[in-house]
């Protein structure tokens, strides 16, 4: 499966949650999908839905879950020590993990080699990593929100993007409305 | 009262219950004293751009959040800065120790120092420089005033406003 075959088969999990997800085309991907207020679109900034994630999961009770890729936690990997040692039960952080910076024509990461994202996390003190297979995303996805603790699921896929349009929403609608659906 | 506590007590009377933290040696005794505080919670971050992520994510949990760090972080955080923090418009105060200004020991701070001020006046960030101890009295205003607009706002305190740098 392709990131955007995960998506569609989680999408109704993600409907009733707080989403803050990737930049580029994952972002693209899941506006086109569906869209919904309580999702945070990343129109820059590569690297930092994690924290922006986290930092909204530490501020506030509901279930946080970040789509994030292995090119942006590469980019950002200071992130994965600040999770370890202060993520609060309801933060997820979900690695779509292809092994490919997709939004910028499929060029390898280093996870496609040698690098093992979930082994990092682990030695960074997160305490819930698990790594699943593409498949198996939604029923890992279900078990962790319903777990009620911090944790970091690795989703290994294929590389691959889905042609979606480019989300022009103003940002401050986006905030706009994300921080209503916050709040009520 | 020291000019630590009374920054940390500005920050609790405006509001400011999310402090996230890149270290400075001018910066220890604040940092020191907002991590002992109880109505600030104290989240250090690895690097700057980093921070204001947490930032952002926190305002938009419903707290008021600051990040105090070095005028290095300039540098790493023009992009975050100009597609996060202005584009989404979100308020950050940031505390920053300006390295390389009068009373600074070490020479190569003063290349980041040089282009520190023009740095944030071709973004377009509201930027005040405290050099006496006295210029602290204006940082309650300066934080009621980054809440009400939306936007970074950076308060540059050099080695002078802090007492220079002891037996250096």
């Known amino acids: 499966m392709i ?84 993520a609060p039960g309801n933060y997820i952080l979900m690695i779509i993990d292809n092994g490919s910076y997709g939004s910028t024509g499929d060029q390898p990461t280093y996870t496609s080699q040698r690098t093992d994202l979930a082994a990092m996390a682990r030695a960074a003190g997160c305490g819930r990593v698990i790594e699943v297979q593409d498949k198996d995303t939604g029923s890992a996805l279900e078990q962790t929100l319903a777990s009620g603790e911090a944790t970091v699921l690795v989703v290994k896929c294929d590389s691959g993007n889905a042609k979606m349009p480019v989300i022009t929403m103003d940002p401050v609608v986006i905030r706009d409305r994300f921080m209503t659906a916050v709040a009520s | 009262m020291t000019i630590d506590k009374r920054i940390a007590d500005d920050l609790a009377a405006n509001g400011v219950s999310f402090v996230t933290t890149v270290p400075c040696k001018q910066l220890a005794g604040v940092i020191e004293e907002i991590d002992q505080r109880d109505d600030i919670f104290h989240i250090p971050s690895n690097k700057e751009d980093e921070g204001m992520g947490l930032c952002a994510g926190a305002w938009m949990g419903g707290k008021r959040p600051a990040i105090i760090m070095q005028n290095t972080a300039i540098g790493v955080t023009i992009n ?69 607009c939306n936007k970074p706002v950076a308060i540059l305190t050099d080695a002078n406003f802090w007492g220079g740098y002891g037996d250096q």
Not at chain 1, 57 to 78: F, H, R
Request: with cysteine; proline share 7%.
């Open chain 1, 3 to 86: 990131r955007s075959e995960i998506l569609k088969e989680i999408a109704p999990i993600l409907r009733n949650e707080l989403v803050v997800c990737n930049i580029g085309i994952p972002s693209q991907e899941l506006h086109a999908i569906d869209d919904q207020p309580s999702n945070f679109y990343m129109l820059g900034t590569m690297g930092l839905a994690s924290s922006i994630g986290l930092g909204l999961a530490l501020a506030q009770p509901k279930p946080v879950i970040v789509i994030d890729g292995d090119g942006s936690i590469l980019t950002n990997l200071g992130t994965l020590p600040t999770i370890g040692n202060n």
């Open chain 2, 80 to 148: 975050t800065l100009a597609t996060l923090i202005q584009y989404y418009r979100m308020p950050l105060p940031m505390l920053i120790s300006y390295r390389g200004e009068l009373r600074e020991p070490v020479a190569c701070q003063v290349e980041m120092a040089v282009h520190t001020k023009a740095l944030l006046a071709q973004m377009n960030i509201p930027t005040y420089h405290f050099h006496w101890q006295r210029d602290v009295e204006e940082f309650d205003n300066i934080l009621k005033y980054t809440f009400m």
